[in-house]
């Protein structure tokens, strides 16, 4: 079977997301994972390429249609919109705004057929807020321009996948928008990418809000029972393995043990801790809901680094494996 082409998106230019691009690319045993279709800037990349010292040449294309996957070079679908003399590690709107139609151009490129999934490197918020581009994050933009109303985030890593109620509100909101149909919705979703990876009844543990699960209503307003429970139940009538509430502390330590095969998260850093302290060069980030299938690195544009050649590729490479496992017509093996 073919591989499936994957557009890489090249993130903020001014952050370490060419670098790893370059470093992932680079590789022949990543390449041999997809067809890498890198959309972004190709002078950007050629430097990025020097700084990392990675010998890969960088095809500019003017169309998807030109990629030749056979070559040794890079594809990238050339943007031209990186001001030369644009610095490593520093927010500017013009980076924001390259981040921005680069994301933009994917989502055409996908919807065109040209490719069958997406993999981000990473933006930076302030940059595309700068650039009048009003987003929380990659997931809510990447549903903006695909027209979903309802997306979710799932953070994968070798030992733990965690889905999220909510993510980018702070916690006092998030805490008010959950509610018993958000989270049986987030459920499902979580389930379905499960079953696709070949998981035919997969484990799932739902979070807690309150510590302890609440205590039977010692702490909390009774959150657990009026907002969380009533969506278990009415996943355990669909004939799911769906169990909880449960404090988070105690089923992040059963799921990373092995005892479920995803945690459902009621707030960012409820499930993004635990991600993260196992390590960031190994986790990927899906979008769950979307019309099309899209991965990310689980980390940022980290500008301390940018442009010093020293940035960590193995979460990229990871993210196009989940994504070429996930694309339409991949092989269905258990990845996810």
């Known amino acids: 079977m073919s591989r499936p082409t994957i557009?890489?998106?090249?993130?903020?230019?001014?952050?370490?997301?060419?670098?790893?691009?370059?470093?992932?690319?680079?590789?022949?045993?990543?390449?041999?994972?997809?067809?890498?279709?890198?959309?972004?800037?190709?002078n950007r990349l050629r430097k990025a390429g020097r700084l990392v010292g990675a010998s890969v040449a960088v095809d500019a294309l003017g169309d998807a249609k030109q990629a030749d996957f056979a070559a040794s070079a890079v594809q990238c679908l050339d943007l031209k919109l990186v001001p030369d003399d644009l610095p490593f590690g520093q927010v500017?709107?013009?980076?924001?705004?390259?981040?921005?139609?680069c994301i933009e151009k994917a989502v055409e490129v996908v919807q065109a057929g040209g490719a069958q999934a997406i993999c981000t490197a990473p933006l930076s918020k302030e940059a595309l807020h700068a650039a009048g581009h009003k987003f929380p994050?990659?997931?809510?933009?990447?549903?903006?321009?695909?027209?979903?109303?309802?997306?979710?985030?799932?953070?994968?890593s070798s030992k733990l996948r965690v889905i999220h109620v909510t993510t980018h509100i702070g916690l006092l909101d998030a805490?008010?928008?959950?509610?018993?149909?958000l989270v049986e919705r987030v459920i499902s979703r979580g389930h379905g990418v499960l079953v696709r990876a070949g998981i035919a009844n997969p484990r799932i543990g739902v979070c807690a809000i309150n510590p302890h699960a609440g205590e039977n209503g010692l702490f909390g307003r009774g959150e657990e029972a009026a907002k969380i429970a009533p969506a278990i139940d009415a996943c355990q009538r669909r004939g799911w393995d769906v169990r909880g509430p449960l404090p988070a502390d105690t089923l992040f330590f059963l799921a990373g043990r092995g005892d479920y095969d995803m945690v459902v998260a009621m707030?960012?850093?409820?499930?993004?801790?635990?991600?993260?302290?196992?390590?960031?060069?190994?986790?990927?980030?899906?979008?769950v809901g979307l019309p099309m299938i899209r991965t990310s690195v689980d980390h940022g544009t980290a500008f301390d680094i940018a442009g010093k050649g020293i940035a960590d590729e193995r979460s990229l490479i990871e993210?196009?494996?989940?994504?070429?496992?996930?694309?339409?017509?991949?092989?269905?093996?258990?990845?996810v």
Do not use: F
């Open 7 to 42: 557009a890489i998106t090249m993130g903020d230019p001014a952050g370490i997301g060419p670098e790893v691009i370059m470093k992932a690319l680079a590789q022949e045993a990543t390449r041999a994972i997809c067809n890498p279709l890198v959309i972004g800037d190709a």
């Open 92 to 101: 500017s709107a013009a980076a924001g705004e390259v981040a921005y139609r």
């Open 137 to 156: 994050g990659h997931t809510e933009l990447l549903a903006h321009l695909t027209g979903t109303p309802e997306v979710s985030m799932m953070l994968v």
């Open 175 to 181: 805490i008010e928008k959950i509610e018993p149909g």
């Open 267 to 287: 707030y960012h850093d409820q499930g993004h801790g635990p991600i993260k302290v196992l390590g960031l060069e190994a986790g990927v980030n899906i979008t």
């Open 319 to 335: 993210a196009l494996r989940q994504a070429a496992d996930l694309a339409p017509d991949a092989d269905l093996r258990d990845r």
